[in-house]
Nanobody
Framework: QVQLEESGGGVVQAGGSLRLSCAAS????????VGWFRQAPGKEREFVAA????????YYADSVKGRFTISRDNAKNTVYLQMNSLKPEDTAVYYC?????????????????WGQGTQVTVSS
């Protein structure tokens, strides 16, 4: 079993920054790919960023490219999402997810484990 817990969300002014953390417990996820997704009220959950098992390859949605950075520290069983230049449209509940098996980094159904989410609110 892998349990994931997101933290670091909050309220920030447009143009500000937040750093989200996804901590794994129960088992190490050093061999898991990890993704970040977000869901705004009334909208579908959408892909934000992902990182492969080694941390050497990252993927980003076009909407966040150049502003967000995903990274991981396998020794700490933690994945991070650094969010800079935040915009009101970034407001959403952010979820981290992990998968062991092959699949698309971009699809929610490719992931096996999900955290409970952390709220990010960006005010204008």
């Amino acid at each position: 079993q892998v349990q994931l817990e997101e933290s670091g969300g909050g309220v920030v002014q447009a143009g500000g920054s937040l750093r989200l953390s996804c901590a794994a417990s129960g088992r190490t996820f050093g061999s898991y790919a990890v993704g970040w997704f977000r869901q705004a009220p009334g909208k579908e959950r959408e892909f934000v960023a992902a990182i492969n098992w080694s941390g050497g390859t990252t993927y980003y949605a076009d909407s966040v490219k150049g502003r967000f950075t995903i990274s991981r520290d396998n020794a700490k069983n933690t994945v991070y999402l650094q969010m800079n230049s935040l915009k009101p449209e970034d407001t959403a509940v952010y979820y981290c997810a992990a998968r062991r098996n092959s699949g698309s980094y971009y699809y929610t159904d490719s992931y096996d484990y999900w955290g409970q989410g952390t709220q990010v609110t960006v005010s204008s």
